[in-house]
C-alpha cells in the first residue's frame, strides 16, 4: 500500500523530462527563488543535506530559514570528522532552532578496522567513503522524492555540468542544485552580508573539510579543495559521482554486497 502511496505520489512529480526543462528555465533564477521552486514542488518529500565543512551547505540553511521553507535537514557523521565540526554543527542547531538529522554508518569505526583493517581511508579510500558516506546517504534519501545538495559547478571537474535541477539515479531522487551557477565570491558575500556562521577550521587555512584523516589546510593560491585525499587521485567522496565507487571498486564488490546484506 505504502509503496502504491508513493508511486501515486511520484507520477504527479515532474519527471526526468519536465525536471531537464525546468532546470533550464531556472539558470536564470536566485538561488532562493529555487528553494521556493523545490519547497512548493516537493513539500514534505524534500530533503536537504548539509556537511558543516563548507560555506556553500550553510548558505542554504540560512536561506531556508530566513525564508521559513521547510525541508528535512541531514547530515552524514562518518565517525572521522573534527571534533571542531561536531561542536560546530551542535552551535548551528542551537542558532537556527533547527531539527538537523545525523545520519551514521551501519558500520562502527571500530567493526570497520575489523573487517577491513585499520586506516582503510589511506588504503581504499573509496571503499571508505563507500561504507561512511554513499551507504548512509542512500539511508537517508530513502522515501524522499527530492534532495538538495550545495555543490557548485566551480568546485571540481565533475560538478562542471551540474543542472539546477537533475534526476539522481544512484539515489532515486530529484536533485536540486541552488548554488550550481555560484562562485567562491557569491558564497563569501552571501556570508559576509547575512553573518552566516562557517565551521572555525576555515580560519586556521581549511578551505574544505570533510573527515579529518583525509583533509589538510591549503596554502595561498592552491585550489580550495587541494586539501581533499591530497596525493591521491581521488577528488570526490561519491556522494555527487558515482564514477568514484562504481568503476573505482570492484574488487570490494562482494564485501559491499554483504555489507547491504548485513543491514537487511
Ligand atoms: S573522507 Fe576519508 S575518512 Fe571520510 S569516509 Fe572518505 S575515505 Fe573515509
Redesign the pocket.
Known amino acids: 500500500m505504502e509503496n502504491r502511496l508513493s508511486e501515486f505520489r511520484r507520477r504527479r512529480l515532474p519527471d526526468q523530462d519536465k525536471l531537464a526543462r525546468i532546470s533550464r528555465e531556472l539558470e536564470g533564477a536566485a538561488a532562493e527563488e529555487i528553494l521556493d521552486w523545490a519547497a512548493d514542488t516537493y513539500g514534505y518529500g524534500l530533503t536537504m543535506s548539509a556537511s558543516f565543512g563548507g560555506a556553500e551547505g550553510m548558505v542554504l540553511l540560512d536561506m531556508l530559514w530566513r525564508r521559513g521553507r521547510y525541508a528535512r535537514v541531514f547530515t552524514l557523521d562518518?565517525g572521522?570528522l573534527f571534533r571542531e565540526t561536531v561542536k560546530f554543527r551542535e552551535e548551528v542547531v542551537e542558532r537556527y532552532g533547527m531539527d538537523i538529522e545525523v545520519v551514521r554508518p551501519g558500520l562502527s569505526v571500530v567493526d570497520q578496522a575489523r573487517q577491513f583493517g585499520d586506516e582503510?581511508?589511506n588504503k581504499n579510500?573509496?571503499l571508505?567513503?563507500y561504507?561512511?558516506?554513499v551507504e548512509p546517504q542512500r539511508r537517508a534519501l530513502d522515501g524522499y522524492d527530492a534532495w538538495i545538495a550545495g555543490i557548485r559547478r566551480g568546485q571540481t571537474a565533475q560538478r562542471a555540468n551540474t543542472p539546477i535541477a537533475g534526476w539522481e539515479d544512484d539515489f532515486d531522487v530529484a536533485k536540486i542544485a541552488p548554488l550550481a551557477r555560484w562562485t567562491t565570491e557569491q558564497v563569501q558575500d552571501y556570508v559576509r552580508e547575512h553573518d552566516v556562521p562557517t565551521n572555525p577550521l576555515r580560519e586556521q587555512g581549511y578551505k574544505s573539510i570533510?573527515?579529518?584523516?583525509?583533509?589538510r589546510k591549503v596554502a595561498e593560491g592552491e585550489d580550495t579543495r587541494a586539501g581533499?585525499?591530497s596525493g591521491q587521485e581521488k577528488t570526490e567522496?561519491g556522494l555527487h559521482s558515482r564514477s568514484t565507487w562504481l568503476t573505482r571498486i570492484p574488487a570490494e564488490k562482494s564485501h559491499l554486497l554483504k555489507l547491504e546484506e548485513d543491514e537487511k
Request: glycine share 4%.
Open positions: 562518518t572521522f582503510l581511508y579510500p573509496d571508505c567513503c561504507i561512511r558516506k570533510g573527515c579529518e584523516p583525509c583533509t581533499r585525499w567522496c
